[in-house]
């Protein structure tokens, strides 16, 4: 197992944010975490990457502790691809990718042909190599997420964790990464991704893992999770799950919404 979080609760002030949560993912797995939003994906991910502690609990990637590994050490293990990558500097493409050969480099190294072979490589996987003398602050949203994606696989890490990586790209990017992702898989990483696409989501991944108020409601192949029943206890919506005659990967159409107290509209 390379990712491995086990009992994590984690609050926010008052404000429990995750009880007992438990995921873990294998090397040639892509593991999704889905559900509605305010579930606690987003922090449950940033939990796993060492950016939160939480207060109960234990993660581990790759048998490295996260919450007392040194950062070089915790790079060099897992990468993390937020929603929105911040990029203020005036940095070119090529230069912001290569960024992520620091957790491989002594303190005062310079980067070296070695170090530029696998960002060249990194910005062709992601097949975004036409942009590398771009500066970063001229891309796109969808542009700075494949950006951030080639820099975390030049840390060569054993574990990925995306953050909504389709949210700001076109279809076509989209397929992109959902390919590219099941290479990465077939290359023996360890992804977890959260995604709010169900479809995309069936596509992807291997296993999801539904999140609904901080907890796990379902984990399991997405024939399992992907259920009218707990995609109406999660979302509050009625909807029809089935089969996709192309894909053969599950497909939900929501129907209508369901009335809930908090919200009534």
Same mark, same amino acid.
């Given at each position: 197992?390379? @990712?491995?979080? *086990? ?14 949560? %438990?995921?873990?993912? &294998?090397? +040639? ?21 060492? =950016? ?7 993660? #581990? ?25 911040? $990029? ?17 480099? +002594? ?21 975004? *190599? /036409? ?8 891309? *796109? +949203? ?14 060569? !890490? ?8 389709? &949210? ?14 099941? %290479? ?9 991704? =959260? ?8 596509? $992807?991944?291997?296993?999801? =893992?539904?999140?609904? %108020?901080?907890?796990?409601? /379902?984990?399991? !192949? !997405?024939?399992?999770?992907?259920? /009218? ?7 509050? @919506? ?5 089969? &996709?005659?192309?894909? +053969?990967?599950? #497909? ?8 809930? !107290?908090?919200?009534?509209?």
């Amino acid at each position: 197992m390379i @990712v491995n979080a *086990s009992n994590v609760g984690l609050r926010q002030g008052a404000t429990r944010i995750l009880h007992a949560v %438990d995921v873990a993912a &294998s090397a +040639g797995e892509v593991v999704g975490i889905i559900g509605p939003n305010g579930a606690g994906k987003s922090t449950l991910l940033r939990a796993i990457a060492g =950016v939160v502690i939480p207060d109960e609990g234990e993660i #581990t990637i790759a048998g490295v502790d996260v919450a007392r590994a040194r950062p070089r050490l915790l790079a060099r293990q897992l990468a993390l691809v937020e929603q929105h990558p911040v $990029m203020q500097f005036d940095f070119s493409v090529r230069d912001y990718v290569l960024l992520g050969r620091h957790a491989h480099l +002594g303190r005062f190294q310079a980067e070296g042909a070695a170090d530029a072979a696998h960002a060249t490589a990194a910005l062709e996987k992601v097949g975004i *190599s /036409a942009f590398a003398s771009r500066n970063v602050t001229t891309l *796109s +949203g969808g542009e700075r997420q494949l950006v951030a994606i080639a820099r975390a696989l030049v840390q060569q !890490p054993r574990a990925l964790l995306l953050d909504e990586p389709t &949210s700001a790209l076109d279809l076509s990017h989209q397929l992109r990464v959902l390919e590219l992702v099941r %290479d990465l898989a077939a290359e023996q990483l360890a992804v977890i991704v =959260v995604v709010h696409d169900l479809d995309l989501a069936a596509r $992807m991944c291997d296993r999801l =893992v539904l999140l609904v %108020d901080g907890r796990v409601s /379902a984990d399991g !192949p !997405p024939e399992k999770v992907l259920d /009218a029943d707990l995609l109406r206890d999660a979302y509050h @919506v009625h909807s029809v799950v089935r089969p &996709s005659p192309d894909t +053969g990967a599950q #497909t939900v159409t929501a129907l209508r919404h369901i009335p809930t !107290p908090n919200n009534k509209s």
